[in-house]
């Protein structure tokens, strides 16, 4: 239910809504976020134009591999 709402709010360019729900998620969750997550968190962050977006969207692409829908999100922000 999280990806198809944070989603959503990627294709309404919903930006700080987006990174505050992640940061909120990153809180409370026990583990790790999943590529796609952290990639919307870096999509939301390079949409603001916020310089730590490159850090974040660094850190996925080193985890996510070839992940299509992760790589497409981060193309997305740029």
């Not at 790790?32 to 949409?47: E, H, Q, S």
């Amino acid at each position: 239910m999280a990806h198809l709402y944070l989603s959503a709010l990627r294709f309404d360019f919903r930006g700080l809504t987006l990174q505050r729900l992640v940061e909120q998620l990153a809180q409370t969750a026990r583990q790790p976020l999943d590529c796609y997550t952290r990639a919307l968190y870096a999509f939301a962050l390079l949409g603001q134009s916020r310089p730590e977006g490159l850090m974040v969207m660094d850190e996925v692409l080193a985890s996510a591999e070839e992940h299509p829908k992760s790589l497409h999100v981060l193309l997305h922000g740029l």
